[in-house]
Structure formats: C-alpha cells, structure tokens
C-alpha cells in the first residue's frame, strides 16, 4: 500500500471534496433546468416583448404619473383584449362557416358556380383546376369523392394547427403577464441584467445589454412592424377586391413576410383569380397593387431594419433569418442578437489584436 504524507492526504481530500460539490452543484443546476426549461420559451418571448414594448411603457407611466405598474397592467390589459377579440371572433366565424357548409351539403343545396374558361389557360395547372372545378360545379359529391383521402389528411392537419395555435395563443398570453411584470420593476430587471452581462464580459457588460435591446428593437421594427405593414395593405387589395376569405389570406401573407418570403408567393395565384372574375382594369390595378405590397420591405428594410443599432444591417438581417431557420419565429430576435453580439466581440478582439501589433512594432522601433 502506498505511502502518503500529510500534505499528499490534504490533496487528496479537497479534490475529493470539489469533486462532490461539482456533482452536487451539477445535479442541482440540471434539475432546475428540467424545471424551469417548459417557461424558456415564454420567458424569452416576455423578455423580447418588454423590450420592445418599453418606449410605449413610459410614455403610458408618464400619463399615470410615474407609476410604472399601472402603465404596465395597462398594457397587459389592452394587448389580452387585443388579442381574445379577433381570436373569438376569429373562432367562432369559423365555426358557423363549417356548419353553414355542412348543413348546405347534407341538404345537397351547396352550389358551385361554373369555372371560367380563362382558368384553363393557366399555366401548369390550368386544365387540372378547370376540369376539378367544372366537375364541382355540375357534381359536388362525385368531386368530393375524388379528393376524399386529400380531405382526411387536411382535417387532421387542420385539427393539429387548431390545438397548436390555442397553444401558441395561450403561451403569448402568459408571455404578456410575464413582460408587464418586468416593466412595473423595469429599473430592477435593467439593473440586473447589467449585473449577469457585467459579471459575464467584465466592464463592457452593460454595453452589450445596451446593444441586445436596440437590436430586439430594430427587428421588431425591420420584421414584424414591416410584416405587418404589407399584411394591412394586402388586406385592403383583397377585402375591396371581394376576395373570399380574405381574413386567411392575410394572416398567410403575414407569415410569409415574417419568414422572409415574398407575400407574391399567395398573392400571385389569388391575382390569378381575380383576373378570371373580374374586369380586365380592375384586375391589372390590383395586380400592380400586389406586386408594390411584395416589394416594399425592399425599400422599408433600409428605412427600419438596423436603426439605431451600431451594427450592420446586413449583421441583423442574417442572424434574424438563421435564427428563425433554427429556432422558429423566436429565433428572428434570438439569433439577431447573437449575431449582433458576436460581431461586435469579434470587432473588439481584432482591435485588441491590432493593438497589441502596435504596441509590439512600437517595441520593435525603440529597440532599434
């Protein structure tokens, strides 16, 4: 058996002891991970949204004057109600429309009327969607029944988006209660976040907080204020263009901007469809009207997106669309600002890096 002084033994002992306390402090770190991991999401969500919305915040504090938890149950009161209302009414269209179009097929009185020659000249699909619509048209039953197993599976999808989008609604809700919570304590939350970035990345810290809030400003400016801009006025084109559906139209056309695709992608067949119902002027002025909705973030990008924010916007644009390939909607702002920071870091290690050069050739000439 080997022989071990006195001091041989202490080591021994306190690399045990830091050992068990890794393990320990490891064990604990995990289990509240798996505890708190359901609310990431959500919290990060409250995060985004209380910096966001906290311009807005003290404008509402000054109207309450100064008092930071009235504006803020303020703003969680209104944006819940902003959100139930069209939800509920969103919900409960829907549901009369289902059972308006189930009782008018089970009656047999559910009419389609006949398709448009022009359809057929449609590129790639035209002859198909002709010959289905005119089938519809002259027998609804028999077209059903040959689109049977496609119905199926677009119900069960339809069911899965229903049950996914209450999940969605009922965690932005908390999202909401968590972000007012932050800003009735804003100075609190800012204090402490300056302390974990301080801690983190020394006396710089606070610089980057500063700079993840301008960069969750500018993309909810250069994303979603602008995702919502082209969702309001494709809105417009379709409700005085009498699109059917339109409110399903627009909420496609704002994810497809939010996601960084060109809203032309749903316009351009329902452009199509207008040309075979509508008068050939009017069809071509909602056409261009579609075509200047699809194009205007190229123009309102610059205008918006990287405002404020000591960071290309080049820089934020690519985290937010990495970001959101990664992580979904909540990456667009979680990849920006990672992005953001990490340019910056790399910015101040070549700095450090040309410094330090300068300092060694500066070295180097006194020498000689």
């Not at 289902?98 to 009327?113: A, D, E, Y």
């Not at 602008?226 to 494709?234: G, L, N, S, W």
């Not at 075979?276 to 205007?296: N, Q």
């Not at 340019?343 to 890096?353: G, I, N, R």
């Amino acid at each position: 058996m080997p022989y071990f002084d006195l001091k041989e033994k202490r080591i021994a002992f306190h690399v045990i002891d830091l050992a068990i306390k890794l393990v320990v402090l490891y064990a604990i770190a995990a289990w509240c991970f798996g505890i708190i991991s359901p609310f990431i999401s959500p919290i990060l969500w409250a995060m985004i949204i209380a910096v966001a919305i906290y311009p807005l915040h003290q404008k509402l504090t000054k109207l309450f004057n100064g008092k930071e938890g009235r504006a803020a149950t303020c703003f969680a009161l209104i944006t819940i109600t902003l959100i139930m209302i069209p939800t509920v009414l969103a919900t409960g269209s829907i549901f009369d429309s289902i059972k308006s179009i189930s009782t008018l097929l089970i009656n047999g009185n559910l009419q389609v009327p006949a398709p448009s020659q022009s359809i057929a000249e449609w590129p790639l699909v035209g002859d198909k969607v002709y010959d289905f619509w005119l089938l519809a048209s002259q027998n609804l039953e028999s077209a059903l029944i040959k689109i049977e197993p496609q119905l199926g599976q677009l119900g069960k999808q339809l069911i899965g988006l229903t049950v996914s989008g209450g999940l969605v609604i009922l965690q932005f809700i908390f999202a909401v209660i968590v972000a007012a919570m932050l800003l009735a304590h804003s100075k609190s939350a800012q204090s402490a976040a300056k302390q974990i970035a301080n801690r983190l990345a020394g006396e710089q810290g606070h610089n980057y907080v500063a700079l993840a809030a301008a960069t969750i400003k500018s993309v909810a400016q250069g994303v979603l204020g602008i995702a919502c801009i082209q969702a309001i006025f494709a809105a417009l084109g379709l409700v005085i263009m009498g699109v059917p559906f339109a409110g399903v139209w627009t909420l496609i056309v704002l994810f497809l901007a939010i996601v960084q695709l060109p809203p032309i992608l749903i316009l351009g067949p329902i452009i199509a469809y207008v040309f075979s119902v509508s008068p050939g002027t009017e069809a071509v002025i909602f056409a261009v009207w579609c075509v200047i909705v699809s194009g205007s973030d190229t123009f309102l990008k610059p205008l918006l997106l990287g405002r404020g924010v000591d960071v290309p916007m080049i820089v934020i644009l690519m985290g937010a669309i990495g970001g959101m390939l990664m992580s979904g909607i909540i990456g667009l702002f979680v990849g920006a600002v990672v992005l953001s920071v990490g340019y910056k870091l790399l910015l101040e290690w070549l700095s450090h890096y040309k410094s330090e050069s300068e300092k060694i050739a500066s070295l180097s000439e006194i020498e000689k």
